[in-house]
């Protein structure tokens, strides 16, 4: 007599090998899916990051509010960003001008984290450090070099 179908063993070995995948891709799944939305808040910053530069260069100073530059930090609240900060004085973070992304601690996980753009002079030349306070290595975005 010819067999049709599957026995349970052979169901079982297939639900386990489901379990197993399922362990190790929904983490990284989780973390591709953040990693992907904190791109989205480095985007949003140094679009202010553009800003805030055309301001120095028309004025020789940096902007210590956002109605300096014409915007409004308000509307660039989502479900990632809880706030934006523009600081002429960063001295949280070794002084000078920054842009600050305070992160919903939903995103994240942990309460707290940051996007800091932080614009450094040497010699002249202006260039700009980005600084993840609060985050796992695996979901800074490769764009944030740390």
Same mark, same amino acid.
């Given at each position: 007599?010819?067999?049709?179908?599957?026995?349970?063993?052979?169901?079982?070995?297939?639900? !386990?090998?489901?379990?197993?995948?399922?362990?190790?891709?929904?983490?990284?799944?989780?973390?591709?899916?953040?990693?992907?939305?904190?791109?989205?808040?480095?985007?949003?910053?140094?679009?202010? $990051?553009?800003? !805030?530069?055309?301001?120095?260069?028309?004025?020789?100073?940096?902007?210590?509010?956002?109605?300096?530059?014409?915007?409004?930090?308000?509307?660039? $609240?989502?479900?990632?960003?809880?706030?934006?900060?523009?600081?002429?004085?960063?001295?949280?973070?070794?002084?000078?001008?920054?842009?600050?992304?305070?992160? !919903?601690?939903?995103?994240?996980?942990?309460?707290?984290?940051?996007?800091?753009?932080?614009?450094?002079?040497?010699?002249?030349?202006?260039?700009?450090?980005?600084?993840?306070?609060?985050?796992? $290595?695996?979901?800074?975005?490769?764009?944030?070099?740390?």
């Amino acid at each position: 007599m010819k067999q049709q179908g599957f026995n349970l063993v052979e169901l079982l070995v297939v639900l !386990a090998i489901i379990g197993i995948l399922a362990t190790v891709s929904i983490p990284a799944y989780r973390d591709y899916m953040t990693k992907a939305k904190l791109i989205g808040v480095y985007s949003t910053i140094s679009l202010l $990051k553009i800003k !805030a530069f055309d301001y120095y260069l028309q004025t020789g100073l940096w902007p210590d509010n956002a109605e300096a530059v014409g915007i409004t930090l308000e509307k660039y $609240k989502t479900e990632v960003i809880d706030s934006l900060e523009i600081r002429a004085d960063c001295s949280d973070y070794g002084g000078g001008f920054c842009l600050v992304a305070n992160l !919903a601690a939903a995103i994240t996980n942990t309460p707290g984290s940051k996007f800091v753009l932080k614009a450094e002079e040497y010699a002249g030349l202006l260039s700009w450090k980005c600084i993840a306070v609060g985050l796992s $290595k695996a979901i800074i975005p490769s764009s944030c070099a740390v």
